[in-house]
């Protein structure tokens, strides 16, 4: 067995990046391999080559461990502003798009656990679900303020189309959105709405 990874630090230093990815790393492994429900802290830290201590240092439970490890394979959502509607809301909607499989697997897990447990469901809605439709919302917002969208706009719906078509793939079909359904999504979808209210 390999020795256990310490995240003890020295005086005045931060906790060890390293082992918190592996942590991560590890966390996602058994959560697609074995499911939300069955994964273990025990089995989690003897894969990351450390102890459950270090995962309580950083994470108060499961739920927040598995969600951060979601969180880690998506990335952020970042606010775009890169000088059209269309390459705003590409940028919002290719938040989606699943870096791999298992990207894809693990959210799935995350969001099948969200349909029966409140705590999971309100942290995923805090971390995983609100944040991108925030980013995307701001976006035709902003847009608005700038007079190219309609003020009539039904933004909260608008914004909630989005993340209701990528979570409805992952969790039916296990796969996240691909490139060309993003571009669809914003071509055929957003744009045509918001277009359609701009020049009636």
Not at 8 to 28: F, H, K, M, N, S
Not at 79 to 91: C, I, K, Q, Y
Not at 130 to 155: F, H, K, N, Q
Request: net charge negative; with cysteine.
């Amino acid at each position: 067995m390999s020795p256990e990874l310490s995240d003890t630090p020295a005086a005045g230093r931060p906790r060890d990046p390293v082992l918190e990815q592996a942590i991560l790393e590890a966390t996602v492994e058994v959560v697609v391999e074995k499911g939300f429900a069955a994964a273990k802290l025990d089995e989690i830290a003897r894969r990351a080559g450390t102890g459950k201590a270090a995962i309580y240092r950083r994470w108060p439970g499961k739920t927040a461990l598995v969600i951060a490890a979601a969180q880690n394979l998506r990335g952020n959502a970042p606010v775009p502003d890169r000088g059209s509607l269309r390459e705003d809301l590409l940028a919002c909607v290719r938040h989606y798009v699943s870096p791999s499989a298992r990207a894809a697997l693990m959210l799935a897990n995350v969001l099948a656990e969200a349909t029966r447990d409140g705590e999971v469901r309100e942290a995923v809605t805090a971390s995983i679900g609100r944040p991108p439709a925030e980013a995307l919302r701001t976006v035709i917002e902003r847009w608005i303020a700038r007079g190219t969208v309609d003020p009539s706009v039904p933004v909260e719906l608008v914004s909630l189309l989005v993340p209701s078509v990528a979570f409805h793939r992952v969790v039916l079909m296990h796969e996240g959105l691909d490139e060309a359904t993003a571009v669809a999504l914003v071509d055929d979808v957003l744009l045509p709405a918001l277009e359609a209210r701009r020049s009636s």
